[in-house]
C-alpha cells in the first residue's frame, strides 16, 4: 500500500503516526510522512527611516524542527519490508497535503482530527476537514492510537459499496472482526400540526415505514456481511433504526469500535458538495478514527 501521513507535531499528529505504527501494513508498502510548512518570515515593507528587509531566520528555525521531527517518526516507523519516506513542504496546509495526495496517489491519507490552528471545529480541525472534503481517495482521520475493532456503516449507497471493497481487499483488515451496521432512518411523525382525528393514522404511516425501511436495511447488512465473510473477514450484522450518524456513534460506543469505515456520502439527495450529511456528522461525533 501507499500511505500518506500528515504530521504538524500536534498531539493529534503524533497520535496519527502512532495509529499508522500499529497496523500491520502489507510487504513492500511505502509510508510518506509529510509536514506542511506556511512561510512566515517577514515581507519587505517599508518603515520610517528605511526598509525592513526579509529575513528567512525564523523559516529556516521552522524547516529545522520539522526536519527532526519527522526524522523521529520515520524511525519509529521504520521496519522490515517496508520503505518510509519523509519531505517538508511549503505552502498553505490544507492545499500542500490535497496536491501531495494527487501527486503521491496513495492508497490512504492519514491526519490527526486537530492539529495546532487557532481556529478549528468542535471536534475536527479545519486543515483535516479540508482534507477529507478534497483529497482524491479514503481519508483516515486518527482519533486512536490502535485499530482492533472496525465498524462498517453501510446504506447500500455506492461509496458505501467502495468502502466495503477496501475492508475486503486491504491485508490491514484481515484479523480485525467487523460489524456492519444499517439503521433504518424514518422521520418519526409530527406531535403538533396534526389534526387529532389524523394522529392515528399518521402513527400507522409511520409504524408501516419503519417495517418497510427495517427490512430493506436488514437486507442491506445480511448482504455486505456475505460478501465481507465471502473475502474471509471476520463479519457481524446490526440493524438498529433511529437517526443515522447517532446511532452509528452509539454502536461505537457499545462495541468500544476504534475505527469507523464510512462512505463519503449515502443515498439522500440532499448532501454537502463534498461529504454527506451523515459522514459529515460521524467526523464530528464519532470518539473513534
Do not use: C
Not at 500500500?1 to 513492500?28: E, F, H, K, T
Not at 460478501?227 to 450484522?237: E, K, M, N, V
Not at 449515502?266 to 463534498?274: A, H, I, Q, S
Amino acid at each position: 500500500m501507499r500511505v500518506l501521513i500528515a504530521y504538524d507535531g500536534s498531539n493529534n499528529a503524533a497520535q496519527a503516526a502512532s495509529l499508522v505504527g500499529d497496523i500491520v501494513w502489507p510487504r513492500d508498502s511505502i509510508l510518506r510522512v509529510i509536514s506542511a510548512v506556511s512561510p512566515i518570515g517577514v515581507a519587505p515593507s517599508a518603515l520610517i527611516g528605511g526598509v525592513y528587509p526579509y529575513s528567512s531566520e525564523v523559516d529556516d528555525q521552522i524547516r529545522a524542527y520539522f526536519d527532526s521531527a519527522l526524522a523521529d517518526v520515520v524511525q519509529k516507523l521504520n521496519g522490515p519490508n517496508r520503505v518510509v519516506e519523509s519531505a517538508v513542504l511549503y505552502g498553505r496546509p490544507a492545499s500542500v497535503i490535497v496536491d501531495e495526495a494527487q501527486a503521491f496517489a496513495p492508497d490512504l491519507v492519514v491526519v490527526g482530527s486537530r492539529g495546532f490552528g487557532s481556529i478549528a471545529s468542535l471536534v475536527l480541525g479545519s486543515v483535516s476537514s479540508e482534507v477529507v472534503d478534497h483529497a482524491p481517495g479514503p481519508v483516515l482521520v486518527a482519533r486512536q492510537a490502535r485499530l482492533t475493532r472496525v465498524i462498517f456503516a453501510t446504506d447500500g449507497s455506492a461509496t458505501a459499496m467502495a468502502a466495503e471493497a477496501r475492508l475486503a481487499q486491504w491485508a490491514i483488515f484481515e484479523d480485525l472482526p467487523i460489524r456492519v451496521v444499517s439503521v433504518a432512518d424514518v422521520l418519526e411523525p409530527w406531535h403538533t400540526g396534526i389534526a387529532p382525528t389524523m394522529y392515528g393514522l399518521a402513527i400507522e404511516a409511520y409504524a408501516q415505514d419503519l417495517e418497510r425501511a427495517k427490512a430493506v436495511h436488514q437486507r442491506i447488512v445480511d448482504e455486505s456481511v456475505a460478501r465481507l465473510r465471502a473475502a474471509g473477514r471476520d463479519a457481524t450484522p446490526e440493524l438498529r433504526y433511529g437517526g443515522a450518524a447517532a446511532e452509528v456513534v452509539a454502536a461505537v460506543g457499545e462495541w468500544k469500535a476504534d475505527l469507523v469505515v464510512v462512505g463519503s456520502r449515502g443515498r439522500t439527495g440532499l448532501t454537502r458538495l463534498f461529504l454527506g450529511s451523515v459522514a459529515r456528522n460521524l467526523m464530528h461525533a464519532s470518539p473513534a478514527s
